[in-house]
């Protein structure tokens, strides 16, 4: 059975913050820069509070450091690391490591296996988990396959996969070719905007074996943090702005415990 946590009456704010993000690009990275310079690289609130991050010239890094990057998910990730003990973690799209490093900092016995297409990317993941010391349980690559997934959900590891890889997510999430896949807790992105089949078609393959959670992004409410409390509205506009091409929304599928 499919539950559902919508972001109730947050469209028309989230558009807002679209249509009056597309001329922040050179604000965000001022606020970057001043925020890092600030907090020292470090997140400062949410689950990997205290992390040291350094991250890409993208629109997130900003919310990253302040820790209200995808914050539909923090109450998600506290409920499944309180939940298992999970041995490994497959972090499909990990960019600069934001969650491979962060998990592999609250799971301190997990491996975890990060990959990207993006080099670049790539590096700055090896970067992350070196300077939070973890670079010996994060294991860095490319793109991700269903073998590599077969390879590594084996019979008695607890595993967490966790996905955004821009669509790519209905290729490999499929458990007739990676079966570790029905034993194994999910958190993955889904991008219906490039195809709508995906959301669909996930959910088909894991309603007998998964209990299943949609999430919606919702408007992201400012946070009381002193590095937000003294900007004006613009600023505070462009530090939580994500410059999304579409309302995306995320699925949760949680392993049904064996009775």
Known sequence: MLSHVPGA?????ILG???????????RRRLMAQSAETLGNRIRTGPFAGMQITDGPDAFGLMRLLGTYEPELHSVIEELLAGAAYDIVVNIGCAEGFYSVGLALRLLKAHVYAFDIDEKRQRLCLLNA???????????A??????NLASLLTPG???LV????EGAEKDLLQPDLAPGLLQADIVVECHDFLDKSITPTILERF???????RIDERMHEWPDLPEIRGMNGIDKAAAMFEARTALMHWLILKKTPVN
């Open 207 to 213: 309603s007998g074996s998964h209990e299943m959670t």
């Open 130 to 140: 070196r300077q939070n010391g973890v670079d010996n349980r994060v294991t860095v």
């Open 9 to 13: 009456k947050y469209a028309a704010g």
């Open 162 to 165: 966790f996905l955004d890889c």
């Open 157 to 159: 590891k607890r595993a």
């Open 142 to 147: 490319g793109r991700c396959t269903c073998r």
């Open 17 to 27: 913050e679209r249509l009056l993000g597309f001329g922040f690009a050179q604000r």
